[in-house]
């Protein structure tokens, strides 16, 4: 999978969610709106009550797909070579926009040695979507002014999640689908306040802004800043830190907010790794069944009972 650039990158909202009950074509791919994001689901069934074209990408016949005008129901875990056989398609019909292509783009040549390969009958043949379904999807999508691309964690949530949100971009920048009204890419967030907490930098690769740890001039502006010295090694993501326990590298862990033994995949993998700790320590406003395996169990204040800022999926900032 390759990767155009532009300008945007961060995984918030192109776009704002009044926006969207007034799109013209609605991409949306691993989502079930109506049930984890009920306002912006709302705003999705009135936008096809409008008459906006709804195209749903979903394993499972959810809500949405009552109101849509074609349902993709992909084989899970095959969204890559949906999204590369549509846009082989797209070039191939040259519905392409050559001048965001020129202007805003780069690397556009990398990116066709690798869906050039993602014929229709490929395509087909690894989603099990029809290959009728996925050039109508294509054709929708391309020649239609506002249309918008909706996704959440039915997209992130895999081993390959990070080439499914490229893919995503870079359908949307070869048809100019970004930089303009009621139509660019909108992920969905998952969790209350997550926007904000990786804007602030609660993330194990990143400052503060998406900087990375791993640069020397951002090292150097964040020390300055907060007058302390950083360590430029990036830390390990949750998945990994259950590794690290089994390998013997992690021998504590602080949990906050989060309830891995409940809601992780694999959850023994997670209880076997918790249980193997020296020292566990879990804070949260309920009791909850981490928190069963902790030494030491911490209160929280919830948001009601503390002054702070939220900020939504659409960027928006909240005291």
Not at 155 to 174: D, P, Q, S, Y
Not at 232 to 237: E, F, H, Q, S
Not at 243 to 272: C, F, Q, W
Not at 290 to 312: H, R, S
Request: charged share 20%; proline share 4%.
């Amino acid at each position: 999978m390759a990767g155009l650039a532009t300008s945007f990158g961060s995984a918030a909202m192109t776009n704002s969610i009044g926006e969207v009950e007034f799109y013209d074509c609605l991409f949306i791919i691993g989502s079930n709106t109506t049930e984890a994001h009920p306002v912006i689901g709302g705003k999705m069934k009135r936008a096809a009550r409008r008459g906006a074209k709804l195209i749903v990408v979903d394993p499972r016949h959810t809500e949405l797909v009552d109101y849509s005008v074609l349902w993709l129901p992909l084989i899970p875990g095959t969204d890559a070579a949906l999204v590369n056989g549509m846009m082989n398609i797209i070039i191939n019909e040259r519905w392409t926009d050559e001048k965001f292509i020129a202007e805003r783009t780069e690397n556009y040549d990398d990116l066709w040695n690798v869906v050039k390969n993602y014929t229709p009958d490929v395509a087909s043949r690894i989603t099990g979507v029809p290959e009728e379904k996925i050039r109508q999807a294509a054709e929708i999508y391309a020649n239609t002014q506002q249309a918008g691309i909706f996704y959440t964690l039915g997209i992130t949530e895999h081993t390959t999640g990070t080439a499914n949100v490229m893919n995503l971009a870079n359908l949307a920048m070869i048809t100019g689908h970004v930089g303009v009204a009621h139509a660019g890419v909108n992920p969905l967030r998952g969790q209350n306040n997550v926007q904000g907490a990786c804007d602030m930098g609660a993330l194990p690769n990143t400052f503060s802004d998406y900087r990375s740890v791993s640069k020397p001039e951002n090292i150097a502006l964040f020390e300055k800043g907060w007058n302390a010295k950083l360590n430029p090694k990036a830390g390990l993501r949750t998945p990994e830190m259950f590794d690290a326990i089994l390998a013997g590298d992690v021998s504590t862990m602080y949990i906050m907010g989060e309830d891995p033994v409940l809601t992780d995949a694999d959850a023994n993998h997670v209880r076997k790794a918790i249980s193997s700790l020296d020292f566990l320590v879990v804070q949260d406003i309920f009791m909850n069944e981490t928190a069963k395996y902790a030494d030491v169990i911490l209160p929280a204040a919830c948001y009601a009972e503390k002054d702070g800022t939220f900020t939504n999926t659409e960027r928006r900032g909240q005291w």
